[in-house]
């Protein structure tokens, strides 16, 4: 018997599914310390989905209500062809908002190709503004490089374009105020991140280098007025206008103030391993069901029966040292 698909995607506490965030490659060309070790083993190639394959379950997907898709990574930007990708997801008609999250690094070539294949948005991760310390947290980076990118971004038509910040403690949290500067100063929007734990880190200790939200924003009202606003960009920032100018200033807080209860979004690892939430590991081996006999026509069942397994939160625990094993750049963040 056939049982039929409910669309839109919905889990058992009633959360609509309609973002699916796809992290195109577990590769990166930065090592930033809050992501990923230095030693870091990246998939066996044959492991990871074709750009082929990755469009078919973002179709399957699209057909069953999402709305939204964000390519990340990994730095989405290395993968192969990619823009190959952008275009065939920027013709879903169906699709409202095709996003990206990048490190800035390929952008100064790549900004123009992703814009006219169809990406509305774009998020970039800026940590700092120091050369010789964004070398140091991204382990490999090159600010001058990025700040290209950035500028290259700036001269294509995005609708808007956000920063993204790691606040870490002792590390740039003296750089609060000069990133929210350089987001108003180049009418973008920023985001700060806490740090989450994701994956085993070697020495560096994240209980150490937290830093919440809230401090964030104690620092940030010595220059700025923040109105707050109930405005959502489908994620799970929380977000406050500047006032006197367009920059919104985002919070994502999942230990200060838990976003689980309005998710709305799954993930694809470049593995096609379907995860219900970031900090769980409840997936569905979608590679297998594709490489498997029962092909693309598989998809719809088993990405629908996989929301049946979406827990109803993450548990991150500061006393923890990581959640789960798997490291930000295979989770897509
Ligand atoms: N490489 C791209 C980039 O850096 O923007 C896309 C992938 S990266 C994993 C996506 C976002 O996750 C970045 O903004 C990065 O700063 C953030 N991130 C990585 N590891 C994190 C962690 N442990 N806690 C919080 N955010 C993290
Ligand atoms: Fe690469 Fe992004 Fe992770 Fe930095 S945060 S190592 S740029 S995937």
Not at 294 to 317: D, T, Y
């Amino acid at each position: 018997m056939n049982i039929p698909i409910p669309i839109p995607l919905t889990d058992q506490y009633a959360r609509q599914i309609s973002y699916l965030r796809i992290s195109v490659t577990d590769r990166c060309d930065f090592r930033c310390i809050y992501c990923m070790g230095e030693d870091i083993k990246f998939a066996p190639r044959k492991d990871i989905l074709t750009l082929e394959e990755l469009y078919q379950v973002a179709t399957a997907f699209v057909k069953l209500g999402v709305r939204k898709i964000r390519i990340t990574g990994g730095e989405p930007l290395v993968r192969k062809n990619i823009v190959w990708l952008l275009e065939k997801l920027g013709r879903l008609s169906m699709l409202e908002e095709l996003v990206l999250t990048s490190n800035g690094s390929q952008l100064e070539t790549l900004a123009a190709p992703i814009r006219t294949a169809g990406v509305n948005r774009l998020n970039i991760s800026l940590d700092s503004l120091d050369p010789i310390r964004f070398k140091k947290m991204t382990r490999v980076g090159d600010l001058d490089k990025v700040l290209r990118g950035i500028h290259a971004a700036q001269q294509q038509d995005f609708n808007a374009i956000k920063i993204n910040s790691v606040i870490m403690r002792n590390h740039n949290d003296d750089e609060i105020l000069p990133l929210a500067q350089f987001a108003v100063d180049n009418g973008f929007d920023i985001s700060y991140i806490e740090e989450m734990p994701m994956g085993a880190m070697g020495n560096h200790r994240r209980d150490i280098s937290f830093y919440s939200s809230d401090e964030v924003r104690d620092t940030l009202t010595n220059r700025f007025s923040l109105l707050a606003s109930e405005e959502t960009t489908g994620g799970p920032s929380r977000y406050y206008h500047v006032q006197g100018t367009q920059t919104r200033i985002g919070f994502i807080s999942p230990y200060s103030h838990n976003f689980c209860d309005s998710c709305n979004r799954v993930r694809l690892t470049a593995q096609g391993r379907l995860l219900l939430c970031l900090g769980q590991e409840h997936s569905v081996d979608l590679r297998q069901v594709l490489r498997g006999t029962e092909g693309v026509a598989g998809l719809f069942r088993h990405i629908s029966q996989g929301m049946a397994i979406k827990p109803q939160g993450h548990e991150f625990s500061r006393n923890q040292p990581f959640a789960v094993q798997r490291h930000m750049n295979v989770t897509g963040g």
